[in-house]
């Protein structure tokens, strides 16, 4: 998926937040899916270095149809792109800019999601075939660097902001009022163990600090 498509399909999200499930186990991979999709999710990512990823992204892509985007993060070789599509999934996110993988997703069709925290990361990702920049680690890639970025990557390029986001609607239009265009959630929205009860109720605060952030 090109940049411009990406930010097509991202500009039409009411909630543009991608629900990264870390540790998340295929016991409760659907139901998982179920809470984020009902709380306005439409991107869920289910890291690699969770236990059984390729089975939870299958029974999630399964039971997400068409009404989401569901794929793999921590992406890290060529063979780990091959078996997330071949589970179905369609997203391939990573903490790293590795032209080749970028390149072999672009090749098998699916959106390609590269850690970068530099513009020479940036701009090397895009000349892969990026479809989208996530700004990694949002600790270090502050909202003055995401302005930063912005001076110079082309504006159809969607820039996520990853790691340390939080509920809180004053982070969030800080960040999109240099320009970044959504957030990557991790720990803040879920943790390995967490009860689905939890889940919702971490969604529902997210969604609610995104209409704060958003209005």
């Known amino acids: 998926m090109t940049p411009n498509t990406f930010m097509t399909h991202w500009r039409l999200e009411s909630l543009p937040l991608v629900a990264i499930l870390r540790g998340i186990t295929p016991a409760h991979a659907c139901e998982a899916a179920e809470i984020l999709l009902s709380n306005g999710f439409h991107w869920l990512e289910v890291p690699l270095n969770s236990p059984e990823p390729y089975e939870s992204i299958r029974l999630m892509r399964k039971a997400v149809?068409?009404?989401?985007?569901?794929?793999a993060g921590t992406v890290l070789t060529l063979d780990q792109v091959d078996r997330v599509a071949?589970?179905?999934?369609?997203l391939i996110i990573s903490p790293n800019c590795d032209p080749d993988v970028i390149r072999h997703t672009e090749k098998c069709g699916l959106v390609s999601m590269?850690?970068?925290m530099t513009p020479s990361e940036a701009f090397s990702a895009l000349a892969a075939g990026a479809s989208a920049l996530k700004l990694f680690p949002a600790e270090h890639v502050t909202p003055a660097v995401t302005k930063a970025f912005r001076a110079v990557v082309p504006g159809d390029v969607a820039?996520?902001?990853?790691g340390g986001i939080q509920p809180d609607a004053a982070q969030m239009r800080a960040y999109l009022h240099a320009?970044?265009?959504g957030?990557?959630?991790g720990g803040g929205l879920y943790q390995a163990g967490m009860t689905m009860n939890a889940l919702r109720e971490r969604a529902q605060a997210y969604r609610q600090a995104w209409r704060e952030c958003a209005e």
């Open 86 to 90: 071949e589970c179905g999934g369609q």
């Open 65 to 71: 149809g068409e009404r989401g985007w569901v794929g």
């Open 159 to 162: 820039c996520l902001p990853v």
């Open 114 to 116: 590269p850690g970068v």
């Open 179 to 181: 320009g970044a265009n």
């Open 183 to 185: 957030f990557g959630l």
